[in-house]
């Protein structure tokens, strides 16, 4: 089992940055490709990036590619997500989740998943 919690998420205002953090912890990170999503209220959880186990593959989804980075340090049972201009529509729970299988842009492919954390752009 691996337990998955988030940090990083708060307010901040349109065209500010913030770093989300995964910590990992209960299995073998560097073994999981991991990923970010996030549920804004009322629409479906959508993808927003992964990266693979070793860091060597990374995809983003369009609408935020140029503004997210995601990274991980396989030392420190971390994945991150780094974001910069940030705009209100990207307001949403994050989610990082944890994928024994392949790189993936599909929820349905992740077994593990954090609590989230709330991440709000005022315009």
């Known amino acids: 089992q691996v337990q998955l919690v988030e940090s990083g998420g708060g307010l901040v205002q349109a065209g500010g940055s913030l770093r989300l953090s995964c910590a990992a912890s209960g299995g073998t990170f560097s073994r999981y490709a991991m990923g970010w999503f996030r549920q804004a209220p009322g629409k479906e959880r959508e993808f927003v990036a992964a990266i693979s186990w070793s860091g060597s593959m990374k995809y983003y989804a369009d609408s935020v590619k140029g503004r997210f980075t995601i990274c991980r340090d396989n030392a420190k049972n971390t994945v991150y997500l780094q974001m910069n201009s940030l705009q209100p529509e990207d307001t949403a729970v994050y989610y990082c989740?944890?994928?024994?299988?392949?790189?993936?842009?599909?929820?349905?492919?992740?077994?593990?998943w954090g609590q989230g954390t709330q991440v709000t752009v005022s315009s």
């Open positions: 989740a944890a994928n024994s299988r392949s790189l993936s842009t599909s929820a349905t492919r992740y077994d593990y």
